[in-house]
């Protein structure tokens, strides 16, 4: 048995942290839903940069567009929205035999919007209209700014990522957002079956401490915030709160595990994933990751402690170190948008160049 099917087999879902149109054209998602037991997909605007800038595929699409007002953000919209399309129809089978909960894809909202919380939820909305499908997360940042636009987009019945978390209070904050917007929707007699996942970052904890703490602590920060953000997220389970709108028909926001390629050539290649096996929880994979972890991933699976294990100890040693860990996740929250904003101004700025270039041609 193949190591992926092992961890799917343990409960958790496995989705791709990537796609392109080459990745759909060629059948090489379909080939990873059939043999390494992926069940969804995600992306954000640095996977869209890189597969619009990285080839001509896009070329005959953003082309069509040319002499029309729509605005080089529109356009790209569009562009991902034909891809999203036809990865959703792909996990479609997998989004009606689970009964809506797993065979998701992720668009984002334009990072710009990510401290304005009126543009969020009406982009939003949009956006979810225009892909039309029942298996499409619509991405929205964790901000402070974000957390109400959750809970509106949540109470108008948009399935919702709540992407850029870094740790256990981001991700119960994310939850907050979600759980209020459920209780809005049973106040008006509507259902609460409205899915969610909150995506926490686990590899950029590592980078960020990698020259200040002594070897013996050399990557093992992320898994340790993720010990103490999967205790928390199973004693939320749990809670009467959530009991209570299971009771009316919801179903838990998931916990989804993000960032999880290793970056320290040293470290294991998939530390992020042996480490991070939950049940009912996602871990999406950059694709050299998902692949070897299909090709080498241990077996069977250990799954996580559901108390923690060591993480509190763990990380009161990193902040024996000097490492202040609240002030350390305000900061990789804060870096994270600043890097997404960056990506999609790249982004937007070569479907421009594009365009240029297509009409002079």
Partial sequence: MKATQALH??????????????LLDEGTLAKYIAELS?????????IFEKAITGGDTYDEQVHSFHGSDMTDEQVFFEAAIADLQRAADLFGEIHTRTDNL?????????????YDTDATVAQAKELHAKVDRSNVFIKIPGTPEGLPAISAAIHAGIPVNVTLLFNSAHALAAADAYYTGLERR???GLSPNIQSVASLFMSRWDVAVADQVPANLKDKLGLAIGGRAYRDYRDLLASERVQALMNEGARPQRLLWASTGTKDPEASDTLYISGLAAPYTVNTMPEGTL??????????????DPDGGDCEEVLSEFEAAGVDLDALAAKLQSDGASSFVNSWTTLIEAIKTKRSDLAGA
């Fill in 9 to 22: 087999e343990a409960g958790q879902s496995l989705w791709l942290d990537n796609i392109t149109r080459t």
């Fill in 102 to 114: 797993d065979g998701f894809v992720s668009l984002e909202v334009s990072p710009e919007l990510a």
């Fill in 38 to 46: 992926v069940t969804g997909l995600t992306s954000n605007p640095t």
């Fill in 291 to 304: 692949l070897d972890f299909g090709d080498h991933g241990p077996t069977p699976v250990v799954v996580m």
């Fill in 186 to 188: 049973v106040a008006d």
